[in-house]
């Protein structure tokens, strides 16, 4: 049986970007059909081929997802026909996703304007830490420091304690996705209305700041600081992580009035209910010591599976916390199957994590995993009408 048509087919973006917030969006993307032809530094690479541990000997895990579906096109950007070769590129592209720091592109002779001079269609998204405008914009940036510039560093931990970090790329991932449908909003902007392209200022503190919800708003009209509450939120109780007997941890969410409720009368039953610290959502909030006590005695008693058991039961707000292992024993991954194994000519069969969203009709699939660097170079610079000689000769000079 034929696969149905990805919804991107036809669709050709430029990747010019390192490590993960810039790539993330050519990930989505080729998940969903379009073809991403990603430039890279000849002889080094993107970044994220030796980020973190290897899978084999060459290619590291990051990379493997990160670089997944798309073309690999090495060239020198600093050499004259290397900057020849992209501004030909650029003319049959419909979207360029760059990430390197403000004033890089310039500096290259290949400013916005440069490009979309060449192609008036072409949508280029810039990513950065803090913007191409303001008084940081040129500073160095990665995720970490969004993270703490953005303000939610600040609200992650324990009162008294220091701010915690995110143990993986959250704000490189969040940009990478605001990237992904600004650009498609510009495609579609350009394909009903005049026609031409436009030029997309992500930042990673930005994306994180726009996702803090009402913090800003309480601060002004309020003064409110929001203060480092653990797992806990100031506005809903229960919401904890609690230990089972047998040494698991189990999430609890009373978010809702009603999930709170479900989760006091599972524990307590209607008596501990109608206690004045436990009948209301504002009370609760208030003694939210008390009520933590009240779940995390419950729940020691019991071994998780009974936890879990008894939770779904009652239709109470609650899940194990699983680690990678269980993740990959869970029948509930297996029966969406979120993980997917990808055939590699090199690694066999590698575990990554299956295209999101879920599209009925067009579902995203994944091709291939990163692959080797250069791979593609000879073959998109034949597809631009390069002759053999002049691929030969460009190597030569360094040029891809």
Do not use: C
Not at 79 to 94: I, Q, Y
Not at 114 to 137: E, H, K
Not at 151 to 167: F, H
Not at 292 to 302: F, K, L, T
């Amino acid at each position: 049986m034929t696969p149905p048509a990805l919804p991107l087919s036809g669709l050709r973006v430029i990747e010019l970007a390192n490590v993960v917030a810039g790539p993330s969006v050519g990930k989505h993307l080729s998940d969903f059909g379009a073809e991403v032809i990603k430039i890279e530094r000849p002889g080094a690479g993107d970044t994220a081929r030796a980020m973190g541990e290897l899978v084999g000997d060459s290619r590291s895990a990051w990379w493997l997802g990160i670089g997944r579906n798309k073309r690999s096109v090495t060239v020198d950007l600093k050499h004259p026909k290397g900057r020849e070769m992209l501004l030909r590129l650029v003319e049959s592209a419909d979207a360029l996703v760059e990430s390197f720091r403000p004033g890089v592109l310039e500096r290259l002779d290949l400013a916005p304007e440069t490009l979309r001079n060449a192609n008036p269609r072409l949508v280029v998204v810039r990513v950065s830490a803090f913007g191409q405008s303001g008084p940081y914009s040129d500073r160095p940036g990665f995720g970490t420091l969004a993270e703490a510039f953005s303000g939610l560093a600040d609200i992650s931990g324990y009162e008294g304690q220091p701010p915690l970090l995110a143990p993986f790329a959250l704000a490189d991932e969040v940009a990478g996705l605001f990237a992904t449908w600004s650009l498609l909003m510009a495609l579609y902007h350009r394909d009903t209305e005049d026609g031409t392209g436009q030029v997309i200022d992500i930042s990673l503190y930005e994306s994180l700041f726009n996702i803090l919800g009402p913090l800003p708003t309480l601060y002004k009209a309020n003064g409110v600081l929001q203060k480092r509450n653990g797992s806990r939120l100031p506005f809903s109780s229960p919401r904890n992580v609690y230990r089972t007997r047998d040494g698991h941890y189990f999430a609890v969410s009373g978010t809702a009035p009603s999930a709170a409720e479900t989760v006091i009368r599972l524990v307590g039953g209607e008596e501990l209910l109608a206690h004045p610290h436990f009948a209301t959502q504002e009370a609760r909030v208030l003694h939210a010591e008390e009520v933590d006590q009240a779940v995390a005695a419950w729940i020691a008693e019991r071994d998780a599976d009974e936890v879990d058991r008894l939770f779904s039961d009652a239709g109470a707000a609650g899940i194990r916390v699983l680690s990678m292992a269980e993740v990959f024993a869970d029948p509930h991954y297996a029966a969406r199957e979120t993980l997917v194994e990808v055939e590699d000519s090199e690694l066999g069969r590698v575990t990554i994590a299956a295209p999101v969203p879920r599209m009925s009709a067009t579902p995203g699939r994944v091709a291939h995993v990163g692959p080797p660097l250069g791979q593609d170079t000879d073959l998109v610079l034949g597809e631009l009408g390069y002759s053999n000689d002049e691929i030969a000769a460009g190597r030569d000079e360094g040029a891809w």
